[in-house]
T-cell receptor, first 111, second 114 residues
Framework: KQEVTQIPAALSVPEGENLVLNCSFT??????LQWFRQDPGKGLTSLLL?????REQTSGRLNASLDKSSGRSTLYIAASQPGDSATYLC??????????FGTGTSLTVIP | DAGITQSPRHKVTETGTPVTLRCHQT?????MYWYRQDPGHGLRLIHY???????DKGEVSDGYSVSRSKTEDFLLTLESATSSQTSVYFC?????????????FGPGTRLTVT
């Protein structure tokens, strides 16, 4: 069974700082990996998806990388803003059409 | 947002009663999923569907059943609700066209079993 871990569970940074969120998984036979953002009491918003054949994806200030051999993905957020405060979740997609989620990193950006 | 709605958005029910949650999508996606989200556990897959009348179990399927009689609706039923099923339930679809196969989520249903 795929196990997905996100460390740290919580992170607090001053506004303007660049930061990296981590996601690790135990089985490298993945189909894709997707990063989400979740605001308190809300649903999940898709940020980026990386196919298993890709190394990274970029969207605005966000850059996600994937290293299947080491079982790791990172989400890089440049020039953080208070509006980036949320919980960030990664989900690993398997060939069996199932997805496995980490427990998330709660990010607070301090003005 | 892939046109996903969930109903009801909030429900309080008593132990032992049956409960049905509905997920509705407007874009004819083949794959639909039900997850539950609990503190410390993240999102866990309950059941998923890969077409009308085609469903399969996820990692936490005990105590839940699902039905999909038409493409746009995926129903989750708690046959006899227990306090351990108090949770936030999310429905999701997965795209099957294009290269991405992204998941998109509904707004969630907060269920409390007293």
């Amino acid at each position: 069974k795929q196990e997905v871990t996100q460390i740290p569970a919580a992170l607090s940074v001053p506004e303007g700082e660049n930061l990296v969120l981590n996601c690790s998984f135990t089985d490298s036979a993945i189909y894709n990996l997707q990063w989400f953002r979740q605001d308190p009491g809300k649903g999940l918003t898709s940020l980026l998806l990386i196919q298993s054949s890709q190394r990274e994806q970029t969207s605005g200030r966000l850059n996600a990388s994937l290293d299947k051999s080491s079982g790791r993905s990172t989400l890089y957020i440049a020039a953080s803003q208070p509006g980036d405060s949320a919980t960030y979740l990664c989900a690993v997609g398997s060939a069996s059409n199932q997805f496995y989620f980490g427990t998330g990193t709660s990010l607070t950006v301090i003005p | 947002d892939a046109g996903i709605t969930q109903s009801p958005r909030h429900k309080v029910t008593e132990t032992g009663t049956p409960v049905t949650l509905r997920c509705h999508q407007t874009e004819n996606h083949r794959y639909m999923y039900w997850y539950r989200q609990d503190p410390g556990h993240g999102l866990r897959l309950i059941h998923y569907s890969y077409g009308v009348k085609d469903t399969d179990k996820g990692e936490v399927s005990d105590g839940y059943s699902v039905s999909r009689s038409k493409t746009e609706d995926f129903l989750l039923t708690l046959e006899s609700a227990t306090s351990s099923q108090t949770s936030v339930y999310f429905c999701a679809i997965r795209e099957t066209s294009g290269p991405s196969y992204e998941q998109y989520f509904g707004p969630g249903t907060r269920l409390t079993v007293t």
